[in-house]
């Protein structure tokens, strides 16, 4: 029996789920709508996409390197409960595997790599939410590729990053990782900040200063030399290095005969908005008394 779109798009407004999914399940079922339904909810798909508008603002950063390769990928779940379970972390682990064996180099074209098993990365996905009950989401991926030396660090599997300097070794890459892990910074050098931050910073120092009664070219020393210490502590290289904070990151990198050329930082849940619980209300809520 032939699958018409209408067929498909009845049985995906229905079950909610997506639309390879409905055409493959009508066409398990010789077309017939409501066991097309049935097909889905055996598979798993239904539970699967209406998970998927779920905040997923915990879970885990797969870092993987081999040779001139390598790759970070955050993947999220629901919860941190979730994040620490087996089926999660082994999923972490094979997406991570895959993208660095693959040529992908974003998370659209990552869905459709193929894992171990013969799945692709979306297959499993949505296999996963099954089996653990909550949304799960490949959200971001860096792929670094690099013949200079690139230095990976983990932190508690929440944040990863990743370095390429020019000269130096390993030890130091891996030690200015840290330091991005711990210190965030925005940029890596001066020249990288935007015009309009450095504008912004510009006039709040003149703010700082102009009641000051200082003579005006007294003024625009102050002035500069407030904004290149506000510039500095925004990069990378002008900030203490965490390691030795008595050298900036640029100093320490100079001493080992290195360059620092770019950095990658990833943290898990960055950017989204997590839902606030308010357990009291809840339980209000349940008991119907709110």
């Not at 200015?176 to 890596?188: D, E, G, K």
Request: aromatic share 2%; charged share 30%.
């Amino acid at each position: 029996m032939d699958i018409t779109a209408s067929m498909v798009k009845e049985l995906r407004e229905r079950s909610g789920a997506g639309m390879m999914e409905c055409k493959k399940a009508l066409e398990a079922v010789k077309g017939d709508i409501d066991a097309g339904i049935e097909h889905l909810r055996k598979t798993g798909m239904i539970k699967a996409e209406k998970k998927a508008g779920r905040i997923a603002a915990e879970g885990r950063i797969a870092l993987v390197q081999a040779g001139t390769d390598s790759v970070m990928i955050e993947i999220n779940s629901e919860t941190d409960f979730v994040a620490k379970d087996d089926n999660f972390l082994k999923f972490v682990d094979a997406v991570g595997q895959a993208a660095l064996t693959s040529a992908c180099a974003d998370v659209d074209a990552l869905k459709s790599v193929l894992l171990a098993d013969g799945s692709s990365v979306d297959e499993a996905r949505n296999a996963l939410i099954t089996k653990v009950g909550e949304n799960v989401q490949v959200r971001r991926m860096a792929r670094l590729h690099s013949n200079a030396i690139v230095g990976g660090y983990l932190h508690g599997g929440k944040i990863g990053v990743l370095v390429e300097i020019e000269g130096g070794d390993m030890e130091l890459a891996r030690g200015i990782a840290m330091h991005v892990a711990a210190i965030n910074p925005p940029y890596l050098g001066v020249d990288q900040v935007p015009a309009e931050i450095v504008a912004r910073e510009k006039d709040i120092a003149l703010a700082q200063v102009k009641d000051s009664g200082k003579p005006a070219e007294i003024l625009e020393k102050m002035i500069a030399g407030k904004l290149k210490k506000t510039l500095a502590e925004m990069t990378l290289l002008g900030q203490p290095y965490v390691r030795d904070n008595t050298v900036t990151v640029e100093e320490a990198a100079k001493k080992a005969g290195a360059v620092v050329k770019h950095f990658v930082r990833l943290a898990v849940g960055e950017g989204i908005e997590k839902k606030e619980e308010n357990f009291a209300d809840e339980v209000m809520k349940q008991a119907g008394l709110a």
